[in-house]
């Protein structure tokens, strides 16, 4: 993408891992579209990965934050805006984990403390994210707050386990806490319900592969990518989506809207 719609627009990015996740390729096409912004991620999580690369890239500064802590995020709220000379114009919530995917448990034999832990960081770090930037008033009026999501948390999707309902309750806090933010700052909530990606975190749910297939062969216009995604991003970061909020936008090919694809009917005719 090169036009340059953000021109001007400071932001926080959260979630960029490796060159593989959504939230890496959406600071590329951030920083293409003249948009500036901090880079974050757990620290635990940047040890992991190569988000050094990517601020080298972009040309932005790294802070490591812990979304789980409020402390954490005011920190990071404070230096961001310091760091760029104001007010966010965007936010991207690109964090998911569930422990119990991890560890290979079923969704009938769930560790309720891997649970708590999971919620926490996929979904109660968004309304935490939020809440820090609300009570700070660190938003820009019309400034684009995203995070990502999946079609589970509507459909069951039996390997995606206890990840689903993380899913659900994010979109719960963004339409939620979206109200107020657009009531009172001006401020846009949105989620994304992105087609299955091979991201190193997606890699974690078994049978990704398989599914990556099916949805393909289920979506008119084929699974998006990553890619496709930080595109998207970028629209909604921009000026030309300002009236859209407490909206979850599905960005997968299709795939939602679909009950059946031809080249299914056609795979099972086969049997």
Known sequence: MSHKILEGKRGIIFGALDDQSIAWKTAESVH??????????APVAMRMGTINTLANKT????????AT????LNSLIDQAQDILGGKLDFVLHSIGMSVNVRKGKHYTDLNYDWLEKGWDVSAVSFHKLMQSLYQKDAMNEWGSIIALSY???QRTFPNYNDMADNKAYLESIARSFGYF???NKKVRVNTISQSPTL??????????EGFLKYAEKMSPLGNATAEDCADYIVSLF?????????????HDGGFSGVGVSQEIIDEISKE
């Open 69 to 72: 802590s409020v402390e954490d």
């Open 181 to 183: 933010f657009g009531k």
């Open 238 to 250: 921009s000026d030309y989506t300002r009236r859209v909020t407490l909206q979850n936008l599905y």
């Open 199 to 208: 991201t190193t975190a997606g890699k974690g749910v078994a049978g990704l």
């Open 32 to 41: 293409l579209a003249g948009g500036k912004f901090v880079l974050t991620n």
């Open 59 to 66: 040309n932005s500064k790294v802070i490591p934050a812990d």
């Open 151 to 153: 079609i589970a948390a």
